[in-house]
């Protein structure tokens, strides 16, 4: 098996991907990930930056445990808890709002107290209607009260905030950096926006273009989620001259 | 109330009809009605009514859970699919009297026979209807369910069921009508009551009221079940869609 036993709470996530190929309709094999190698720290979140179609998404379900099939390892920090918030809010469309987010939940805790998640995501007056009848931006918090009700120690987050207007992402950024920052959960969260990672991580990865592996990796100092929009903006030049850097280099070695 | 107009007109011609022909072969409403009156007074009706109806639900819910889980199969599994499909294809284009015929001979002219035969030709297409049920099962929502570790009882209720939903309902619409029209074969072939015997019969004895009363009465009834069983089921499995603005 790809996913060896944790140690403890404090261990780090440690994803190798040596290589990861799809089959294309056409019978050809497709080469998405290779030589890629993660690690990050126990409580802190990182973020996966990369151009679109390089196979973010598929990282993203190897680090989860849905993908089995590559070459390479898995070690998933804590105990094993997940909580995923995939890119569209994948809700049961014919259960209610309230149920989507109670199923998540392991048998024996059924009854676990959820009205302080459902309060800071602001879902507290939707919770008996059906996902067809919430906007995109409520849809979304749905997922992520989801994600976060099994109280995870892993969560991983896969482009949630795109197609929603600024005003609301800006919103349920500042409510997901609320949530990591109380839970101390290890997340890694994938996108293609770098003002939004820098925003949101303590940690940078950028990907290269397929097959997808890490060019360059960044620590941002704390205080996370709570960056000035000058501060993001001059992150942000600094991260591209390095990112353009590491890509000429890549396209020289 | 347009499905009340059209009901009665359709009494209103069969009247006329009956009036004009005066044929012992065609009797009117009136005739037909004082037969039933007088079948169901004697507890007749009731009575055959009632066996060919437990027949009905006899087979109905034997073919219906084999060929779901048959069809679930089917769908899900490509290697299944591939060695189940000629199977498949041979069952369906199985006359139904043959099946019947082949239930009597080798089981004997009893219950079981009969009601596995009704069964057996049912089958065919409900494993059909949910197959494509399963083919169609989202699989972004199997994932979703992996990863938040969902128990399989719970997948199959919240997750797998919700979404066979439409075929559950059309393959058990399809499956009423279908089972109880092959019931009545099987009766009139081999079994001393039930409607289809009693409606083989009256056959020989050209009785042609008898036999309108009791395809009225198990119209009536199939109608019944179907508005107050398979509809309400049915409304209760939708109403999570949003409702028409």
């Known amino acids: 098996m790809n996913d060896a036993q944790s140690a403890g709470d404090a261990a780090p996530l440690e994803l190798r991907i040596d290589a990861k190929t799809f089959l294309s309709a056409d019978g050809t094999p497709v080469e998405v990930v290779r030589g890629l190698e993660l690690r990050l720290e126990a409580g802190s979140f990182g973020a996966l930056i990369g151009p679109s179609g390089c196979g973010k998404t598929t990282i993203l379900k190897i680090a989860a445990g849905l993908d089995l099939d590559f070459r390479g390892q898995l070690r998933r920090p804590g105990s094993g808890r997940l909580g995923i918030v995939f890119q569209e809010p994948r809700l049961l469309p014919w259960r209610t709002v309230k149920d989507n987010i109670r199923l998540a939940l392991p048998a024996r805790e059924a009854a676990v107290d959820l009205t302080d998640l459902v309060e800071i995501l602001g879902l507290g007056s939707h919770l008996a209607r059906y996902p067809s009848e919430l906007s995109m931006g409520l849809a979304r918090r749905a997922a992520i009260a989801r994600a976060f009700a099994a109280r995870p120690d892993f969560l991983l987050l896969d482009e949630p905030f795109v197609s929603l207007d600024e005003a609301v992402a800006a919103r349920l950024r500042d409510e997901l950096v609320a949530l990591t920052t109380r839970t101390k959960v290890t997340t890694l969260f994938v996108t293609h926006d770098l003002a939004e990672a820098v925003q949101l991580a303590d940690r940078l990865f950028f990907l290269s273009d397929r097959p997808a592996r890490i060019i360059a990796e960044k620590s941002l100092p704390p205080p996370r989620g709570r960056r000035s929009r000058d501060l993001v903006a001059s992150i942000s030049d600094e991260m591209r001259v390095l990112v353009s850097q590491a890509t000429t280099d890549a396209g020289r070695g | ?245």
């Open chain 2, 1 to 245: 109330m347009p499905r009340i107009y059209s009901l009665a007109a359709l009494i209103a011609v069969w009247a006329i009809a009956a009036a004009l022909a005066q044929s012992r072969l065609l009797p009117g409403p009136l005739a037909v009605g004082t037969e039933m009156l007088a079948d169901i007074r004697s507890g007749e009706l009731p009575f055959q009514m009632s066996c060919t109806l437990g027949r009905v639900i006899g087979s109905f819910a034997i073919a219906m859970v084999l060929g779901i889980v048959a069809g679930y199969a089917m769908g899900r599994s490509k290697a299944v699919d591939r060695y189940a499909d000629p199977w498949l294809i041979v069952l369906i284009n199985m006359p139904a009297l043959v099946t019947i015929i082949f239930a009597y001979v080798w089981i004997g002219l009893n219950e079981a026979a009969a009601i596995l035969a009704v069964a057996v030709n049912k089958l065919p297409n409900v494993i059909a209807v949910m197959r494509e049920g399963a083919r169609a099962l989202d699989p972004e929502l199997d994932e979703m369910a992996e990863a938040f570790k969902f128990s399989g009882l719970s997948r199959i209720r919240h997750v797998v069921i919700p979404q066979l939903a439409p075929y559950l309902a059309a393959s058990s619409r399809s499956g009423l009508s279908i089972v109880w029209k092959i019931v009545l074969v099987v009766e009139l072939i081999g079994r001393p009551n039930g409607v289809g015997f009693v409606l083989g019969s009256a056959f020989s004895l050209f009785d042609m009221a008898k036999i309108l009363s009791y395809a009225i009465s198990f119209i009536v009834l199939m109608l019944v079940i179907e508005s107050l069983l398979v509809q309400p089921l049915e409304r209760r499995a939708i109403r999570w869609r949003r409702r028409p603005a």
